[in-house]
């Protein structure tokens, strides 16, 4: 049971390149979630899906597309990378009942250059 | 004005010392309320929910103020162990939405 995984773990990109990373659950939860989280800033939702097949913006959504391809894997695209987009990006699912837990994978450390 | 708003710190305390940290929150129609642990350089973990009556886990108590809007976190007998980032999280409950304070450090001191 590996819970959240997360690919990269590690990732440098020069400014306009694009790049997608990876979010897979194996806990059967219906929730997933992208967060980015910088120095002084806490974690700020990015987009979240409820549901397979629905995807909802949150609190920083530009500069950022989302597929939840099936109820495991939950993906982050960056279209055209920029210096602000460098961060920490972590994924996160959650069972759809109390204690209402997010579970986090162990993060993406993206530089853009 | 943010969501969540929680004191930095750092707060540095001796092993054994009794420690609290406090989080306030904007929304009143705010619905659930949770502490994360953060490890440096590490994924959150949930350490407790907390529910509007208090609740205690071993050396750790949580209490909610909901007139007030704050949320608190009581570590008694702090151990080494503890030293981590401690994240105050709200929920409103509409489109699953969690909201993160930016964390209270802790660094216990042999």
């Known amino acids: 049971n590996a819970g959240v995984t997360q690919t990269p773990k590690f990732q440098v990109l020069k400014t306009g390149q694009s790049m997608t990373l990876q979010c897979a659950q194996d806990m059967n939860h219906n929730s997933m979630y992208w967060y980015r989280q910088d120095p002084g800033m806490g974690l700020r939702l990015i987009y979240y899906s409820a549901s397979e097949g629905t995807t909802d913006k949150g609190e920083v959504p530009n500069g950022y597309n989302v597929s939840r391809l099936n109820k495991r894997e939950f993906s982050l695209r960056l279209e055209s990378a920029a210096p602000s987009q460098t961060s920490v990006y972590f994924c996160?699912?959650?069972?759809?009942?109390?204690?209402?837990?997010?579970?986090f994978g162990p993060g993406t450390r993206l530089t853009v250059t | 004005r943010k969501e969540v708003e929680q004191d930095p710190g750092p707060f540095n305390v001796p092993e054994g010392a009794t420690v609290a940290f406090n989080c306030t929150y904007s929304?009143?129609?705010?619905?659930?309320f949770f502490w994360y642990r953060q490890d440096c350089r590490k994924e959150p973990k949930l350490l407790m929910s907390?529910?509007?009556s208090g609740n205690e886990d071993g050396r750790f108590t949580a209490q909610l103020n909901r007139a007030s809007q704050y949320i608190s976190l009581l570590i008694r007998d702090s151990k080494l162990s503890d030293s981590a980032t401690y994240l105050c999280v709200v929920n409103r409950n509409t489109g699953n939405q969690f909201y993160f304070g930016t964390g209270t450090s802790l660094t216990v001191i042999p």
């Open positions: 929304n009143s129609a705010s619905q659930s």
């Open positions: 996160a699912s959650m069972w759809d009942r109390a204690p209402y837990e997010q579970y």
């Open positions: 907390v529910y509007s």
